[in-house]
């Protein structure tokens, strides 16, 4: 999944949804305690992110939820919270495909 850094956190929201099946929160830098606003630009809330070029994101649904959610904080420079369908955070031993199920 490529992500440019000027890229609203609403719509990339809604890319993760379409390409993995599954919601996420964003968070600002590498803080849990800040989320980061929808109409909030990627390059706002990444710690450190260029913004002359698109990321890419290296993620499948085999993976572990904790292991995406490292994949997004290295790649990306932000934390993000894999979501179950009720909105609770996923289990970080739980596969991206398991959680989709739920949806």
Same mark, same amino acid.
């Given at each position: 999944?490529?992500?440019?850094?000027?890229? !609203?956190?609403?719509?990339?929201? @809604?890319?993760?949804?379409?390409?993995?099946?599954? #919601?996420?929160?964003? $968070?600002?830098? *590498?803080?849990?305690?800040?989320?980061?606003?929808?109409?909030? !630009?990627?390059?706002?809330?990444? @710690?450190?992110?260029?913004?002359?070029?698109?990321? #890419?994101?290296?993620? $499948?649904?085999? *993976?572990?939820?904790?292991?995406?959610?490292?994949?997004?904080?290295?790649?990306?420079?932000?934390?993000?919270?894999?979501?179950?369908?009720?909105?609770?955070?996923?289990?970080?031993?739980?596969?991206?495909?398991?959680?989709?199920?739920?949806?």
């Amino acid at each position: 999944m490529k992500v440019s850094p000027m890229t !609203k956190v609403s719509t990339f929201k @809604t890319n993760f949804k379409e390409n993995f099946g599954v #919601d996420i929160k964003c $968070h600002k830098g *590498m803080s849990k305690g800040h989320t980061a606003e929808d109409e909030d !630009k990627m390059h706002e809330i990444c @710690t450190g992110m260029e913004t002359d070029r698109d990321f #890419d994101l290296d993620i $499948h649904g085999n *993976m572990n939820v904790s292991t995406v959610e490292k994949e997004v904080a290295d790649s990306l420079g932000f934390l993000v919270q894999v979501l179950n369908a009720d909105g609770s955070n996923a289990d970080n031993d739980a596969t991206l495909g398991e959680i989709r199920e739920q949806y």
